[in-house]
């Protein structure tokens, strides 16, 4: 897959290795003027380059054309390879004095025991060399960009660089709540590739030799040594604390701005380099630099552009409901504030990330709203946008329930949910065990509004949490085809009359009717594109039934002491086919439901 960078320029193309997903390979250049920190106005790279040049004649910084500190590649250095690349250091150094800035710059630090192989790392190794502020980093809230390292440059050597970069890219975005964006850089033996990252994309340089490219390597270390923290990819509407304890958030909805402090991370850090990557705590409000108010929950996202927001959802979810919204809500966790994130105080620059767009010739300016956003072409689509609300009930996930017993009621409870959004004429779409709450009086709530939609638009592609998707939505064509007998004719039967005859003729909801879809099958064949449905919500909650039952050590009885359940080795090899590798979900193991009918 490749698309044409500029006439007569080398295609774009992608590298597919990367363990988080598709890189996508752009010229140095592009990335220095397009993709990097921009460089602060007073600096001239070729100026510090010729002022590196005359920087002690009789010990040049650069000599014979290459670094004076790397006279031979590493590869051929007899240094213990971990302090081969400890000399970029100095170079650094120099850099930074030949710029002639008085501004304290961050530095590049080589970590004394630096693993320069991908074995015998986890999410607290630090990278082998990192650009700081301090002199030494304490964890990924000290790094502001970072370099993997490898003295050797074949293929396999290369590809090790590559998991230690974007494993290292994942877990600086996933410790620091600040994070944006990251940059990085790697380098086998004397070549170096530049990298960056948000939650959309994954973009990387063509080499090039950092020991004789001395223009280049400057650039790029001059952007990043004088970038401000938010040119860097830290978030300016978030304030980590002195201790690292909690974050202050702002949060702006359509007619205020409030803080909120973090007290606890509700939601486990799981998340993919290229996602949503979803954050919930559980927060107070802060005024004057105050606690007020009881805890709420406070939930940061990256959700696509095109779609609205959970906030905006519910509210139309609940205009469509007969009933007034504070007894449909009960159904429901209630969204009190949400809003886009905005990174200056008159909310005009929106926090998003800006896929690369090889059309683009310069780089692209800040964007105010989201349709700026979709307005840039059909690659604005893979953007995503920054996004914060407040729930105005604390509750616990469904998996913390202990009794098997009070886990079926509460699905139960879900069940009665369900039929109301779905005589609503919408349809949930992401029935999993993380989006059922429970509130402290045992009420179960439905969560996680933001795919859910009218189920007479148009198909889309498979929503859902990997595990818990119904079988027909997975496959993408209906399984099991209604008969034709089952069906009324078509428009003649419409939800509103549905409702009167199920609710004793009381209408429970406002609007017109809507005609209940239904699927026909033309001599068993023939059937139209899967549209998600009523029983595909249903049969994602008897997965979250079958969840409970395989793999959860709970107790059987409610109220009385017995042993947890401990499930077998055979069970648990079926659980973990079940839902650990979906992939291997046969359809002849799918939910014992009809899902090509509503009923």
Not at 482 to 502: A, C, F, I
Request: net charge neutral; glycine share 4%; with cysteine.
């Amino acid at each position: 897959m490749s698309s044409e960078w500029s006439p007569g320029s080398k295609p774009v193309k992608l590298f597919p290795s990367t363990p988080h997903g598709d890189a996508v390979v752009i010229p140095v250049n592009a990335f220095l003027t397009r993709v990097a920190p921009p460089l602060q106005r007073t600096l001239d790279v070729a100026q510090v380059v010729r002022n590196l040049l005359r920087t002690n004649k009789r010990w040049p910084v650069i000599q014979n054309g290459r670094w004076r500190v790397f006279t031979q590649d590493p590869a051929d250095s007899d240094q213990p390879r971990t302090k081969r690349y400890k000399r970029l250091e100095s170079v650094v150094e120099a850099i930074h004095k030949a710029a002639g800035v008085a501004e304290v710059p961050v530095l590049l630090i080589q970590r004394s025991q630096c693993v320069m192989g991908s074995e015998d790392r986890d999410q607290h190794t630090l990278p082998d060399a990192y650009f700081s502020r301090g002199r030494c980093a304490r964890d990924w809230t000290d790094v502001a960009a970072f370099g993997e390292l490898h003295e050797k440059d074949s293929d396999a050597d290369f590809e090790e660089n590559v998991r230690k970069v974007t494993e290292s890219m994942h877990h600086c975005m996933k410790k620091d709540a600040r994070r944006r964006f990251v940059y990085a850089f790697t380098i086998n033996n004397a070549t170096i590739r530049l990298w960056f990252c948000d939650r959309s994309q994954i973009l990387v340089t063509e080499p090039f030799k950092f020991i004789t490219d001395h223009h280049t390597l400057v650039h790029f270390f001059l952007s990043v040594m004088y970038a401000s923290s938010s040119d860097l990819g830290l978030d300016s509407t978030m304030t980590l604390s002195e201790d690292g304890r909690h974050y202050d958030i702002k949060l702006c909805s359509s007619d205020h701005a409030r803080t909120y402090r973090t007290l606890k991370l509700l939601s486990p850090l799981e998340f993919y380099l290229l996602s949503k990557a979803t954050r919930v705590w559980k927060a107070v409000r802060v005024e004057e630099g105050k606690e007020v108010g009881p805890p709420v929950v406070l939930k940061d996202m990256w959700r696509y552009p095109h779609l609205e927001s959970e906030g905006m959802i519910l509210k139309n979810l609940l205009d469509d409901l007969y009933k007034d919204s504070g007894q449909a809500n009960s159904f429901f966790v209630a969204i009190e504030e949400y809003g886009d994130v905005y990174l200056d105080e008159e909310c005009t620059i929106l926090d998003c990330t800006s896929v690369f767009n090889p059309a683009d010739s310069i780089r692209p300016p800040p964007l105010t709203c989201r349709a700026d956003l979709l307005a840039r072409g059909p690659r604005g689509r893979l953007a995503r946008v920054h996004h914060r609300s407040m729930i105005k009930e604390v509750c616990k996930p469904l998996d913390t329930e202990t009794s098997l017993a009070k886990v079926f009621q509460h699905l139960s409870q879900i069940t009665q949910t369900l039929r109301t959004l779905h005589l609503a004429g919408w349809v949930h779409r992401d029935i999993s065990p993380a989006n059922i709450l429970l509130k402290n009086d045992g009420t179960a709530l439905l969560a996680d509004l933001e795919y859910a939609k009218p189920m007479d638009t148009a198909p889309e592609q498979r929503t859902g949490t990997p595990g818990f998707i119904a079988l027909e939505v997975v496959i993408g064509k209906y399984r099991f085809p209604p008969r034709k007998d089952s069906l009324p004719p078509s428009g003649e039967h419409t939800l509103m009359e549905k409702v009167r005859e199920t609710k004793d003729g009381k209408p429970v909801f406002k609007d017109a009717p809507k005609a209940v879809p239904t699927y026909h099958s033309v001599d068993g064949e023939g059937l139209p594109d899967v549209r998600y449905n009523p029983l595909h919500d249903l049969e994602s909650l008897w997965w979250v039934a079958v969840h409970f039952i395989a793999t959860q050590e709970i107790y059987n009885a409610d109220g009385a002491e017995s042993e947890p359940f401990v499930a077998s080795a055979a069970q648990r090899q079926y659980a973990a086919e079940l839902f650990d590798d979906t992939g291997r979900r046969r359809p002849d193991r799918g939910a014992p439901l009809r899902s090509g009918a509503h009923s």
